[in-house]
């Protein structure tokens, strides 16, 4: 019933930077956790950052310093503003939410389509 949707995935050069943006809509009634996750060719899908319930912020090392994750508690959003981009960072990047529909319902791990980035060397 909640549905995210990945916007900004693209094309850029080493050294570029790239924003990526993620909207939560449908039935919701809350948002714990929420931010993003990517997975690399070949490689099992691995944490980005993600924005925890007290408004802490989880990054990956390969992208701490490089990275941020803002998010719009009020919007349902949360982007990812990536900047001094590696050939590593190519990958497919997947929002994520865990997401109350209710008031007092399971928390559900609710995902993205996914956008790719490709960067370039």
């Known amino acids: 019933q909640a549905y995210l949707a990945e916007s900004g995935g693209g094309l850029v050069e080493a050294g570029g930077s790239l924003t990526l943006s993620c909207t939560a809509s449908?039935?919701?009634?809350?948002?714990?956790?929420m931010g993003w996750y990517r997975q690399i060719s070949g490689r099992p899908r691995e944490l980005v950052g993600v924005?925890?319930?007290?408004?802490?912020?989880k990054y990956a090392d390969p992208v701490k310093g490089r990275f941020t994750v803002s998010r719009d508690n009020a919007k349902n959003t949360v982007s990812l503003q990536m900047n001094n981009l590696k050939p590593e960072d190519t990958a497919v990047y997947y929002c994520?939410?865990?997401?109350?529909?209710?008031?007092?319902?399971?928390?559900?791990?609710?995902w993205g389509q996914g956008t790719q980035v490709t960067v370039s060397s």
């Open positions: 924005v925890r319930s007290d408004a802490s912020i």
């Open positions: 449908g039935r919701i009634f809350s948002i714990s956790t």
């Open positions: 994520n939410a865990v997401v109350y529909p209710v008031s007092g319902s399971t928390g559900y791990d609710t």
